[in-house]
């Protein structure tokens, strides 16, 4: 079973940036469609970003595109969440997924979140 570690959380002003890491470890990384996900307070959980198994497809929801940049390197068995240009409303924790059988970066989000495997998060606060 694969296992994920979320890092680089932390507090930053707006405007700033921050990289967040998700190890994985106890599965086959390289094949898996990777994604972020994150939840604010009182908030459902929302998909941000997704790529595929060799890193050539990226898939962004709206809110974030062109300020957040996924990446993975799969020597290292590690998803990277670049955020620039942050904003308040970006404020949330943020969730590393894995779809052991997703095939394209819109499985992770149609999937249901039972067949997602789920890092523990990492939190996410942007000051005004």
């Known amino acids: 079973q694969v296992q994920l570690v979320e890092s680089g959380g932390g507090l930053v002003q707006a405007g700033g940036s921050l990289r967040l890491s998700c190890a994985a470890s106890?599965?086959?990384?390289?094949?898996?469609?990777m994604g972020w996900f994150r939840q604010a307070p009182g908030k459902e959980r929302e998909f941000v970003a997704a790529?595929?198994?060799?890193?050539?497809?990226?898939y962004y929801t709206d809110s974030v595109n062109g300020r957040f940049t996924i990446s993975r390197d799969n020597a290292k068995n590690t998803v990277y969440l670049q955020m620039n240009s942050l904003k308040p409303e970006d404020t949330a924790v943020y969730y590393c997924?894995?779809?052991?059988?997703?095939?394209?970066?819109?499985?992770?989000?149609?999937?249901?979140?039972?067949?997602?495997?789920w890092g523990l998060g990492t939190q996410v606060t942007v000051s005004s």
């Open positions: 106890g599965g086959s990384f390289s094949l898996y469609v």
């Open positions: 790529i595929n198994w060799g890193g050539g497809k990226t």
């Open positions: 997924a894995a779809s052991p059988t997703g095939s394209s970066t819109t499985d992770i989000v149609q999937a249901p979140p039972s067949n997602l495997k």
